[in-house]
């Protein structure tokens, strides 16, 4: 069921307005015309294919790509994201794949990487009070701040990398692939954590492949194709709605098992 993002978003004017989005790098169109909107307190996830676009568009919120054409509003006033830092000052935050920890440092060294508190002579406890509190009202599953992140598992990895970003208190959070290579158990906990940042009334943009973890915390999915917007659906879309406007094609594998599914059922009702 394919719905309008009016439909399904929270009530008032959005954290951040995207009309008209286009980037090109040279000949080659990577991103046209896309329209996104994120509003406060909700998690939209931004699925598609390789190469549909998906890391270029979250590459433009950051800061590292300037759009060739369209308009950024935030907060309803036109910006630029011309450096990741205008981005991070604004209060967008990106959380990428690769984490960007330093695995032979403690909870509390890599939470204040960079913005460490009286830096010229370090209040290490005042750190690591604002980090208990951080990590406490995230409800998270770290043993302790002075735990060397390397040997904290994938799940509690991502928290850290979740919980870093939200120091600075932005409006927004990208999370691309949060829940990549990480087993079931450490995959529920990251997705309770997205469920937590989201009631804390930050706006999270959700980059996955994964289906279900989208369906399970997502407010709305927005789907890219070939670099265009293809339809922005609901967490309750079936699963062939959704391959359908990934792939393109609504003759798929999915779309043959679901349609399998059903004539079992009609036949076993019959019987």
Same mark, same amino acid.
């Given at each position: 069921m394919s719905a309008s @993002? !009016?439909?399904?978003? +929270? +009530?008032?004017?959005?954290? *951040?307005?995207?009309?008209?989005?286009?980037?090109?790098?040279? !000949?080659?169109?990577? *991103? &046209?015309?896309?329209d996104l909107d994120i509003h406060a307190g909700e998690v939209v996830a931004l699925v598609g294919d390789n190469g /549909?676009?998906? @890391?270029?568009?979250?590459? &433009?919120?950051?800061? $590292?790509?300037? +759009?060739?054409?369209?308009?950024?509003?935030?907060?309803?006033?036109?910006?630029?994201?011309? &450096?990741?830092?205008?981005?991070?000052? *604004?209060?967008?935050?990106?959380v990428f794949q690769?984490? /960007?920890?330093?695995?032979? *440092?403690?909870?509390?060294?890599n939470l204040f990487l960079g913005q460490e508190l009286a830096p010229w002579r370090l209040d290490e406890v005042a750190m690591e009070v604002r980090a208990w509190t951080l990590l406490n009202e995230l409800s998270a599953r770290i043993p302790s701040v002075r735990e060397p992140v390397a040997s904290l598992s994938g799940g509690q990895r991502q928290t850290v990398a979740i919980a870093r970003s939200l120091l600075l208190d932005p409006k927004i959070i990208m999370l691309d692939e949060p829940t990549a290579a990480l087993g079931v158990a450490q995959t529920a906990e990251v997705l309770n954590l997205i469920e937590r940042v989201r009631d804390r009334g930050h706006g999270v943009i959700l980059i996955s492949h994964n289906m279900e973890?989208?369906? !399970? $915390? !997502?407010?709305?999915?927005?789907?890219?194709?070939?670099?265009?917007?293809?339809?922005v659906f609901t967490a309750d879309s079936s699963n062939e709605e959704l391959v359908a406007a990934i792939t393109g094609a609504t003759e798929n594998a999915v779309s043959r098992r679901h349609?399998?599914?059903?004539?079992? &059922?009609?036949?076993q009702d019959e019987a």
């Open positions: @993002s !009016a439909g399904n978003s +929270p +009530p008032g004017e959005p954290i *951040l307005r995207l009309r008209g989005i286009s980037k090109q790098f040279g !000949a080659v169109s990577a *991103l &046209t015309d896309i /549909a676009g998906k @890391s270029t568009l979250v590459k &433009t919120l950051a800061g $590292v790509h300037q +759009p060739s054409a369209g308009t950024i509003e935030f907060m309803g006033e036109d910006v630029t994201l011309d &450096t990741p830092a205008k981005a991070l000052m *604004l209060g967008i935050a990106t690769d984490l /960007a920890l330093c695995e032979n *440092l403690d909870v509390v060294g973890d989208v369906r !399970a $915390v !997502a407010d709305r999915v927005v789907v890219l194709r070939l670099g265009r917007n293809n339809g349609a399998r599914k059903h004539e079992n &059922t009609d036949l």
